[in-house]
């Protein structure tokens, strides 16, 4: 069976607001399964537009991938994210 993907986009406003959202997205993430890959650090826009925070999360397979996305204990995160930033949330199928 495939694994799933959480991969994310964001741009940080406010640095304080979103610590205390990722911290809250990490607690959560463990529930579903979810492994990090990458968690900001380097890149490069090669084409198109990028933004300056990006992540993967693996997960077993796509159902538990979406389930973190749309689950209730995530919903409780990004309240605490309002405000803080902009992101891009998908759920996606591995090979």
Do not use: C, H
């Not at 959202?21 to 198109?48: D, F, L, N, W």
């Amino acid at each position: 069976m495939p694994k799933g993907y959480v991969i994310g986009r964001a741009k940080v406003s406010d640095a304080t607001k979103w610590a205390g959202y990722a911290a809250k997205a990490s607690e959560v993430m463990k529930i579903y399964g979810g492994t990090p890959i990458v968690r900001g650090g380097q890149m490069t826009v090669g084409e198109g537009e990028g933004r300056a925070r990006n992540i993967i999360i693996e997960f077993n397979d796509f159902a538990s991938a979406r389930a973190y996305l749309f689950s209730p204990e995530y919903a409780e995160a990004r309240k605490l994210r309002e405000g803080a930033g902009e992101i891009d949330l998908v759920a996606v199928e591995g090979a």
